[in-house]
């Protein structure tokens, strides 16, 4: 896996985003990987890891671009919901609306029942307004990342948008 967001929780538990399958694990305080949610399709792939599988997440995820899965993970202040972002846009229908895209998802998830609740999308700035970024050449749009995620409130999160020199910090209110 390539972990990337991670929070804890009040037991002691932590839920890790990883990029590259994407996929979701919960681990105990110990370290043991207590089950794994990946998109729908993939299980197979993963039989006899020695921890549950569950393909909760939904199947389009497959088509994020390598290394642009789950970058980052946020739970609501009750512990009761996670938020999870893509990175970048989906290579949906192909690899050049990646590219070019904007729209990137933002998921909420019911944590006790192990279900998505809502996806929403998120509209990343073009890559023109990273000021430091393009000083000394064109920055392209698929430089455009979210990095990080914290919930302030339930269904209320900060987003970082950054390329490299410059990041941006938008508070999103879901509701």
Request: charge should be positive; hydrophobic fraction near 35%.
């Amino acid at each position: 896996i390539d972990a990337e967001g991670i929070v804890k929780l009040a037991d002691g538990s932590f839920w890790v985003g990883e990029e590259y399958g994407p996929s979701i694990l919960h681990i105990a305080p110990d370290g043991k990987v207590l089950e794994r949610w990946v998109p729908k399709g993939v299980k197979p792939s993963l039989d006899g890891a020695g921890y549950e599988i569950k393909e909760t997440l939904p199947a389009i995820l497959r088509k994020r671009p390598l290394n642009r899965g789950i970058e980052s993970m946020a739970v609501s202040p009750d512990e009761k919901y996670l938020y999870f972002a893509m990175q970048s846009p989906l290579s949906n229908p192909d690899k050049a609306t990646y590219k070019k895209g904007r729209n990137l998802r933002i998921f909420k998830i019911d944590r006790p029942a192990g279900t998505i609740i809502g996806e929403y999308v998120y509209v990343i700035d073009t890559a023109d307004t990273f000021g430091m970024d393009n000083a000394k050449k064109k920055r392209k749009q698929n430089d455009v990342k979210i990095s990080e995620l914290t919930a302030v409130e339930t269904d209320k999160l900060v987003v970082l948008e950054r390329i490299s020199k410059t990041t941006k910090f938008y508070l999103v209110d879901l509701s």
